[in-house]
C-alpha cells in the first residue's frame, strides 16, 4: 500500500507561482511512476507530468512544457510539481497518483494505483 498527501495548493494571480507537493509513505520502490494529474470542474481528469522515482525521464503535456517541473526527493519520499507562469486555465484540482506498472500508461488515469486527496489551485486574473 502507498499513502500519497498533497500539500501547497491555493490561490495564485495570473503569472504567479506555486509548488504542490506529494508525500508518499508506506511502500514505494524505484520502479514506481509519479504522475501530476488535473481535472478543471466538468472536465476528465487529464495528465500534467510523470517522473520515475529512481530517476530518469519527465513527461509533462504539452501545455504545461516550459512552465512546470516534476521533481522528487527520494530522502524525503516526496514530489513536487513546481508551476510558474500561471494561466487562467491551469485552474483545477491536482492530484498526485503512483503507477507500479512495469510497463505504465503514464497518460491514464485507470493505469494509477494510489491517488491523493487533490489540492485546488485557483489561477485568477
Known amino acids: 500500500q502507498v499513502q500519497l498527501v498533497e500539500s501547497g495548493g491555493g490561490l495564485v494571480q495570473v503569472g504567479g507561482s506555486l509548488r504542490l507537493s506529494c508525500a508518499a509513505s508506506g511502500r514505494t520502490f524505484s520502479s514506481y511512476y509519479m504522475g501530476w494529474f488535473r481535472q478543471a470542474p466538468g472536465k476528465e481528469r487529464e495528465f500534467v507530468a510523470a517522473?520515475?522515482?529512481?530517476?530518469?525521464?519527465?513527461y509533462y503535456r504539452d501545455s504545461v512544457k516550459g512552465r512546470f517541473t516534476i521533481s522528487r526527493d527520494n530522502a524525503k519520499n516526496t514530489v513536487y510539481l513546481q508551476m510558474n507562469s500561471l494561466k487562467r486555465e491551469d485552474t483545477a484540482v491536482y492530484y498526485c497518483a503512483a503507477d507500479t506498472k512495469v510497463v505504465p500508461n503514464l497518460w491514464s488515469p485507470a493505469d494509477y494505483d494510489y491517488w491523493g486527496q487533490g489540492a485546488q489551485v485557483t489561477v485568477s486574473s
Open positions: 517522473i520515475r522515482w529512481g530517476g530518469g525521464s519527465t
